[in-house]
């Protein structure tokens, strides 16, 4: 079955379980760009198929989250530190505080109201939140804070983070629940 076929199985409210082949990846899909010259395409099968085993899928998945949530947190650090400046890390503090939020709020959702492809929450949840957040750059900042004096500092980035991210994942799957 190709993606074209798979699109319109969609379109009627049937879910297609894809085997493809790499020519079946050719067929050009209906209403879309064709997938000779969409790369993106190629990860359409993701969406639709898991089968136990095929790991290099799931590193796919995560692969391609990885890299967008690594973007976002880029992006976002860029905005705070413009915002807010550099005395207090609170580019790395917004970003593991969305990101738990985030977190919890697609953990819950996917898990008890949302039936989406083991692959997209790998690349989700794995993927684009674990790229996103930082609590390894969270760790050094604090290091940092502490070897220079600013164990003050330190202290209330470690409480604020930790708080904030549970008090953060809680929120998100309250919402989830709840909506």
């Not at 690594?70 to 650090?77: G, I, L, P």
Request: glycine share 12%; with cysteine.
């Amino acid at each position: 079955m190709g993606i074209g076929t798979a699109l319109l199985l969609l379109q009627r409210g049937a879910t297609p379980n894809l085997r493809l082949s790499r020519s079946a990846l050719l067929e050009p899909a209906p209403g879309f760009c064709n997938p000779k010259t969409s790369p993106a395409l190629f990860v359409l099968p993701l969406l639709f198929h898991h089968q136990r085993g095929s790991g290099m899928q799931a590193y796919l998945a995560i692969a391609i989250g990885g890299i967008l949530g690594c973007w976002a947190r880029y992006f976002m650090t860029n905005l705070i530190q413009t915002l807010f400046g550099r005395d207090f890390p609170y580019a790395t503090l917004s970003i593991n505080v969305l990101g738990s939020f985030v977190m919890g709020f697609l953990f819950v959702l996917t898990l008890e109201r949302l039936v989406i492809s083991s692959y997209v929450r790998l690349g989700v949840l794995t993927g684009f939140v674990g790229g996103f957040t930082t609590f390894s750059t969270f760790a050094m900042e604090t290091l940092l804070l502490a070897e220079q004096g600013e164990s003050g500092k330190a202290a209330a980035y470690v409480v604020l983070s930790v708080g904030l991210g549970v008090a953060a994942a809680i929120g998100g799957a309250y919402i989830a629940r709840n909506i």
